[in-house]
C-alpha cells in the first residue's frame, strides 16, 4: 500500500464492493502481541473504505480499559490509539457485557465509547458479517 | 544511517526516520528537509507541529487521508486538501511531515 492508496483521488475513481468485516478481539492488550496487531490492521485496512465493526470480549475488553501504565513493563501503552479510530471512520466498536461483567467493568471505565452486547446479541452480530478476523 | 546536527549525531533506521522521537529538535527537522532539498516555511512547521500533536495525543501517525481530514477541521478547507499538503511535502504528506517531525512512518505505508 502507498499513501495514495487511502487518498481522496483514489476514492473517486474506485468503488469497489463494501463488505463488512469484524475484528474480534479476545486477549489482554499486552503479553501477547496479538491486540497491538489487530489494531494494526484496523488502521491499514481502513484505508480500503469497508464496513468496519470491532468486538472486544473475554479478556479483550480489557483493550479499552482506562489507566493502562505500561512504563515497568518497558513496552509502548498503544491504548490511546483506540480514540484515534474515530479519525478513521471506525465508529463501531462492541462489547460483551457477559465479560465487562465478570471483570467488574463498566462502560465508564472505558478510554471509548461503546455499545455493549450480550453473548446472544453479539452471535447474532457475528451473524450477519461478510468477515470475521479473530485476534 | 545516522543524521549529523550542529555536531551531535542521531540515530535513523533505512529510511531516514528518527530511532528515539525524543531526540527530535528543530534543527534537526531542518537538517532533514535539507537533505531533500526542502527549506522548511511556516507552512510546513504548521503541519509538522500538527502531526507532533497528533502523536503525543493518539500514540501513532496518521494515515495521510486521516491527516488531510484533521488538518481541514483544525486549519481550514483550504489547507486540508490532498493537493495544498502534496505542494509542500512532495514525497506524501504524511510519510515526508511525519519524517521531519520525528514520528515512526505512519502505520500502512511502504
Redesign the interface.
Given at each position: 500500500?502507498?499513501?495514495t492508496t487511502?487518498?481522496?483521488?483514489m476514492d473517486e475513481e474506485v468503488s469497489g464492493v463494501v463488505k463488512k468485516f469484524l475484528y474480534v478481539n479476545r486477549k489482554a492488550p499486552y503479553g501477547t502481541i496479538y491486540a497491538l496487531e489487530s489494531l494494526?490492521v484496523v488502521?491499514?485496512a481502513?484505508?480500503f473504505d469497508q464496513d468496519v465493526s470491532l468486538v472486544f470480549m473475554d479478556d479483550g475488553v480489557y483493550q479499552l480499559a482506562k489507566g493502562q501504565h505500561t512504563k515497568s513493563i518497558n513496552v509502548?501503552?498503544?491504548s490511546?490509539?483506540y480514540?484515534?479510530l474515530e479519525?478513521?471512520d471506525i465508529e463501531k466498536l462492541y462489547v460483551e457485557k457477559e465479560s465487562m461483567d465478570a471483570r467488574g467493568l463498566t462502560a465508564a471505565d472505558l478510554i471509548v465509547p461503546v455499545t455493549m452486547l450480550s453473548t446472544a446479541e453479539m452471535a447474532d452480530l457475528m451473524e450477519s458479517q461478510d468477515v470475521v478476523l479473530s485476534f | 544511517m545516522p543524521i549529523v546536527v550542529n555536531g551531535q549525531s542521531f540515530e535513523t533506521d533505512e529510511e531516514g526516520y528518527l530511532t528515539n522521537r525524543n531526540d527530535w529538535n528543530e534543527d534537526l527537522a531542518k537538517e532533514m528537509a535539507k537533505v531533500d532539498n526542502c527549506a522548511l516555511s511556516d507552512s510546513h512547521w504548521e503541519v509538522i507541529n500538527f502531526l507532533r500533536e497528533y502523536y503525543d495525543e493518539y500514540q501513532i501517525a496518521p494515515a495521510v487521508r486521516v491527516l488531510t481530514k484533521a488538518i481541514g477541521k483544525k486549519l481550514g478547507p483550504d489547507k486540508g486538501n490532498s493537493k495544498y499538503l502534496y505542494e509542500l511535502f512532495p514525497y506524501g504528506p504524511a510519510k515526508q511531515a511525519c519524517k521531519y517531525a520525528g514520528l515512526p512512518k505512519p502505520t500502512g505505508c511502504v
Open positions: 500500500m502507498n499513501e487511502g487518498g481522496v483521488e494494526e488502521l491499514i481502513a484505508a509502548k501503552n498503544f490511546p490509539t480514540r484515534a479519525g478513521y | -
